[in-house]
């Protein structure tokens, strides 16, 4: 697995949704079992096309999700490989029970995607805005959560979730996201990417998802300080890197998780569970504070909960600290 | 339809559902019973299936929704030959396949794993559109309880089931007017529901749901619609057949070993009566 970092804060001129949709459209004109199912969402993630291509296979369930979640099920019970969207509020908290009973705790694999996870549903609003999605999964046995940091990154994904088996839940902004990896990277679903490492690493940086780029930023400004960090992209929160997990905090002796999701159930305490268990670690959390969302522009919003390379490099030199 | 037979398979499945709950001593005795009659007809006269190869592709499927009636559906797949009668007397035992919600997992014969009420339905409307993808004439018959309809969730799934043309769904609702904490008029009333499911756009037929006969053809009905999916409202009485449960409308039942004893020597006689006839 060896990726092409470009980390340069620039946006990329492709929305994220179009990772989804064309990937999809690929994987549809190569394996007839895969379906995709809607709650009518489609027009904002590109996927109408698959519709129009596969009328039976990609369709609507319409505006009620617990439904959908339970023909998701069904479907696969019939043979078929099932892809699920909706908005990330709807796609955990509204679907909980059917997915949890009708899929996972009955054996039957459907591959979620929630989108606009945390303050990437912006001027949607509190309503719209799960800080909690992810976490509602990682409390599922058997499950495989992935928050993907750009358009490279979650084309991969999109690539294997196929293969995957279980319940997998994948939350991803429709946007543009800042640009992470280039053309060429490869991913394997279950591993951690290193973005930079030294011999001289006094704390490591736990990220994934928009808090990756926050996370070089972060990198930059502690690297013009003289303090040298690593950086890890945690796309996968579960099943966990444990390893690299592990070995972070045995080279750097301090770890800060940084995530678009509430810390008490997200990457944060997945991290805390592992390290607490195994290799207890100074740890630091930035991330949501037990806090709801709210409507803004996603700018103000990563100010307003926190969630900047400034809060990243604070939470960097308060682990430091503790280290005595 | 040979209605003797019939009879007596529901007779049969009455017996051993019985003594499926009786091993243990408690259960959901009332809503598994009044659906014998409806599994007998499936079971023995409709329905495509192989208990040698329960993962048949081209079987029909069943789905109890109202999952809690488990035993039922595993009197009848082991009468049928999907696995030994005595198997399901492990029922809620540990580490048993027979739980008392249906297992996908754990029992052969169980299409979908069922217990959250309004959560099966879904997964059969699931199963009967994957069908319909492939291009299959398999059918799915799914049991929904009418407490269970209180669930909205129910609805979504009929709403679904219409706007998709599921034809090869026919949703039985078991209309046996108790739930758990009394009458279904008296939790919320529903009113008539047979004409809420028509409201949704179904084919449906409401009919005696202890008539073989009756069930029989109005399943024959509901295959010959086109277009649509259809729903057989089954008058039942909760509990049909079991001496200590049959009209109280109790939800489950924890009868005394001389009840047992006297409900299932009742159940036999009533099956032998019919064998003998």
Redesign the interface.
């Known amino acids: 697995m060896s990726v092409n970092l470009i980390g340069k804060h620039e946006k990329d001129p492709r929305a994220l949704r179009d990772a989804m949709a064309l990937t999809l459209e690929e994987l549809m004109a190569e394996d007839k079992r895969i379906?995709y199912v809607d709650c009518d969402l489609m027009n904002c993630v590109n996927t109408g096309r698959l519709h129009k291509k596969w009328p039976?296979?990609a369709?609507e369930?319409?505006i009620?999700e617990?439904?959908a979640?339970?023909?998701?099920?069904?479907?696969?019970?019939?043979?078929?490989i099932v892809f699920l969207h909706s908005f990330g509020t709807f796609a955990s908290r509204r679907i909980y029970?059917?997915i949890y009973?009708?899929a996972a705790?009955?054996?039957l694999s459907v591959r979620v995607l929630g989108s606009d996870p945390g303050v990437t549903a912006a001027f949607n609003g509190g309503t719209h805005m799960p800080f909690e999605d992810a976490g509602m999964y990682l409390s599922i046995p058997g499950t495989t959560v992935l928050d993907p940091a750009d358009y490279v990154q979650f084309q991969a994904i999109v690539r294997q979730l196929p293969g995957v088996e279980g319940v997998s839940y994948t939350r991803f902004a429709r946007k543009s996201h800042i640009t992470v990896y280039g053309e060429g990277s490869a991913f394997t679903i279950g591993k951690g990417v290193t973005l930079h490492e030294s011999a001289n690493d006094a704390a490591a940086i736990v990220c994934s998802g928009i808090m990756v780029d926050e996370a070089l930023k972060a990198y930059e400004q502690l690297a013009g300080e003289g303090i040298s960090v690593r950086v890890i992209d945690m796309f996968t929160w579960k099943p966990l890197d444990e390893a690299l997990l592990l070995k972070a905090a045995a080279d750097c002796g301090a770890i800060v998780t940084a995530e678009n999701h509430s810390v008490g159930n997200g990457l944060g305490s997945a991290v805390a569970n592992v390290l607490a268990a195994k290799k207890p670690t100074i740890q630091e959390f930035v991330g949501v504070q037990g806090r709801f969302g709210q409507v803004g522009a996603q700018d103000f919003l990563m100010d307003e909960y926190n969630l900047r390379a400034a809060d990243i490099v604070a939470a960097v030199k308060r682990a430091i600290a503790r280290k005595g | 339809m040979d209605e003797k037979k019939t009879k007596l398979l529901a007779a049969q499945i009455r017996l051993e559902t019985l003594r499926t709950i009786g091993a243990l001593g408690f259960g959901h005795v009332p809503g598994s019973m009044d659906l014998a009659d409806l599994m007998a007809v499936l079971y023995g006269e409709v329905m495509h299936y192989d208990p040698k190869n329960p993962r048949w592709?081209d079987r029909d499927w069943f789905v109890l929704s109202k999952g809690h009636a488990g035993p039922v559906a595993y009197a009848t797949f082991g009468i049928m030959g999907f696995y030994p009668m005595e198997e399901a007397y492990t029922l809620n035992k540990p580490h048993t396949h027979f739980p008392s919600h249906t297992?996908?997992?754990l029992t052969p014969g169980v299409?979908?794993?069922t217990?959250?009420l309004g959560?099966?339905?879904?997964?059969?409307?699931?199963?009967?559109?994957?069908?319909?993808?492939?291009g299959k004439d398999s059918r799915v018959y799914c049991v929904v309880g009418d407490g269970e309809a209180d669930e909205?969730?129910v609805w979504?799934?009929l709403?679904?089931a219409y706007?998709?043309k599921l034809d090869n769904l026919t949703v039985f609702i078991d209309k046996n007017n108790y739930q758990l904490d009394g009458a279904t008029a008296d939790i919320l009333d529903h009113g008539d529901i047979a004409k809420k499911v028509e409201g949704f756009g179904l084919y449906v037929q409401e009919i005696d749901g202890h008539d073989v006969g009756a069930i029989y053809q109005a399943i024959m009905n509901a295959q010959a619609k086109k277009g649509v999916p259809s729903c057989i409202v089954l008058d039942t009485i909760k509990g049909k057949g079991a001496t200590f449960a049959e009209g109280t409308g109790a939800h489950s039942s924890q009868p005394s070993k001389e009840q047992w004893a006297e409900a299932i020597a009742a159940s036999e006689k009533a099956y032998e009566a019919l064998k003998n006839a």
């Open positions: 379906c039976e296979r369709f369930a319409g009620a617990a439904n979640a339970g023909v998701a099920a069904g479907l696969a019970a019939t043979g078929k029970d059917p009973m009708s705790y009955a054996g | 592709e297992d996908r997992l299409d979908l794993t217990g959250s959560l099966g339905i879904s997964t059969a409307v699931g199963a009967a559109k994957g069908i319909k993808i492939d909205g969730q979504e799934a709403h679904f706007a998709h």
